[in-house]
């Protein structure tokens, strides 16, 4: 089925905003891993991995899929930062930035 769409697959770090030829008549898979279980992170490449289709992965924390992740070509990955402190009021005084969150999961 996904080799019958016309237009290409890319993965998110392909686009250039002002280039419209890097996104237009492009399509994007990303998931965000939010927690979930490595079973079906695990699935769910293995169905990708199949079809040989470009992803983009948010991550939010360790897993034993990271390996896998950094194996398949075409998967990139990013993080997914939380500011739910931030936003409800936990910041400087606890020593809670947006910088010490985004370093934190780096």
Do not use: C, Q
């Not at 695990?42 to 034993?64: C, F, K, N, Q, R």
């Not at 075409?74 to 930062?81: A, K, N, V, W």
């Not at 739910?84 to 969150?101: E, Q, Y």
């Amino acid at each position: 089925m996904i080799s019958r769409l016309r237009k290409k697959p890319s993965t998110i770090k392909n686009i250039v905003p002002d280039s419209v030829e890097t996104w237009y008549d492009s399509w994007f898979l990303t998931f965000d891993v939010d927690w979930a279980p490595d079973e079906v992170v695990a699935d769910t490449l293995e169905i990708l991995s199949e079809y040989t289709v470009p992803s983009t992965w948010m991550l939010t924390h360790m897993s034993g899929t990271l390996d896998a992740l950094r194996s398949i070509p075409d998967t990139e990955l990013g993080i997914h930062p939380n500011f739910n402190r931030l936003l409800a009021g936990f910041g400087d005084s606890n020593r809670v930035s947006a910088r010490s969150i985004v370093e934190e999961l780096m």
